[in-house]
């Protein structure tokens, strides 16, 4: 089936270290998956911190950037700089069309943890 | 303008009990999603309108989940029986559009059944 795989479940960085997040998805329903990371800040609901429709393509947002990478199934956040703000639990995501229903899928998140 | 509005924000019953949760979406959209997202794991679709009509519930247990959107507005996601498993936080979103749509979230109910 369709999912989505986030291996850490927390993540701690050192303020102005860099960051990655991994996450791989399998798309087997689903013929054009989007990509999504969403971000739930203490406190706040889940957001969408950014979105790549297209194989091969980057998207950022807040200094954060994911490329959407086909050949290797993954969608992996990245930010070169992090700050203590950025403490989150983070959410890999696709969605598409599967037997004529949209579909979002998440993956079970990752708690990241920036120490001042 | 407003976002999406739940409310309860908390609830805490015995198993057994009902309860109801109550969904305000952002006004014009046209696409209301109710997830279940249980501690530790991300969020799972239950059920989606696209103005009043479900068009996938597939994912909601429909022996004790019942969701109704009979306006095309509002949406309220009730629990005959709840048991323990049902511990989770409910979350509603919403979109323009059908799911194609960008889905802006509301700050969820969490449900603990004792």
């Known amino acids: 089936g369709d999912s989505v795989t986030q291996t850490e479940g927390q993540v701690t960085v050192s303020e102005s270290k860099s960051l990655i997040i991994n996450c791989t998805y399998s798309?087997?329903?689903?013929?054009?998956?989007?990509l999504f990371w969403y971000v739930r800040y203490p406190g706040e609901g889940l957001q969408l911190l950014l979105k790549v429709i297209t194989a091969g393509q980057k998207g950022s947002s807040r200094g954060f950037e994911a490329t959407y990478n086909k050949e290797t199934t993954s969608f992996h956040l990245q930010k070169a700089s992090v700050q203590e703000s950025d403490s989150a639990v983070y959410y890999c995501a696709l969605s598409g069309t599967s037997s004529g229903s949209w579909q979002l899928i998440f993956g079970s998140g990752t708690q990241l943890t920036v120490m001042p | 303008e407003a976002g999406v509005t739940q409310s309860p924000r908390y609830a805490v019953l015995q198993e057994g009990q009902a309860v109801s949760f109550w969904c305000d979406p952002i006004s014009g959209h046209d696409t209301l999603y109710w997830y279940q997202q249980p501690r530790d794991q991300g969020p799972q679709l239950l059920v989606y309108f696209r103005d009043e009509a479900v068009i996938d519930n597939s994912q909601l247990p429909s022996d004790r989940f019942s969701a109704v959107r009979p306006k095309g507005t509002n949406s309220t996601l009730k629990i005959q029986s709840a048991k323990q498993g049902d511990t989770a936080t409910y979350l509603c979103a919403s979109s323009y559009g059908g799911g194609a749509g960008e889905q802006y979230f509301g700050p969820g109910t969490r449900l603990t059944v004792l």
């Open positions: 798309a087997t329903s689903i013929a054009y998956p989007n």
